[in-house]
Nanobody, 116 residues
Framework: QVQLAESGVGSVQPGGSLRLSCVGS????????RGWYRQSPGKERELVAK???????VYRDSVKGRFNISRAKNGNTVYLQMYSLEPEDTAVYFC??????????WGKGTLVTVSS
């Protein structure tokens, strides 16, 4: 049974930084994709960043240069370091992992609020 748990709930001022962590339990070492999505009220869930098995990373345009995704060597934890946060980054952030067999797993989400 795979479970993902995010941490890093935070409220920061514009321009601030925050790091999110997602710890996975279960047999996830072989998972080939880990990432972060976010969803704001009234909007669809959108990809923020993802890291592939080979270490390649993909970011949505609005966070390029401000966010950095990484993972632990054992693959159990994926991080999202966020810098220069903007009010538009306010959302619930979801951790996501995908198995080599195409199974999708989601965390329950963690709220990030950027406000002065």
């Amino acid at each position: 049974q795979v479970q993902l748990a995010e941490s890093g709930v935070g409220s920061v001022q514009p321009g601030g930084s925050l790091r999110l962590s997602c710890v996975g339990s279960g047999s996830i070492f072989s998972f080939n994709l880990r990432g972060w999505y976010r969803q704001s009220p009234g909007k669809e869930r959108e990809l923020v960043a993802k890291i592939l098995a080979g270490g390649q990373t993909v970011y949505r345009d609005s966070v390029k240069g401000r966010f950095n995704i990484s993972r632990a060597k054992n693959g159990n934890t994926v991080y999202l370091q966020m810098y220069s946060l903007e009010p538009e980054d306010t959302a619930v952030y979801f951790c996501y992992m995908r198995s080599p067999y195409g199974m999708h797993y989601w965390g329950k989400g963690t709220l990030v609020t950027v406000s002065s």
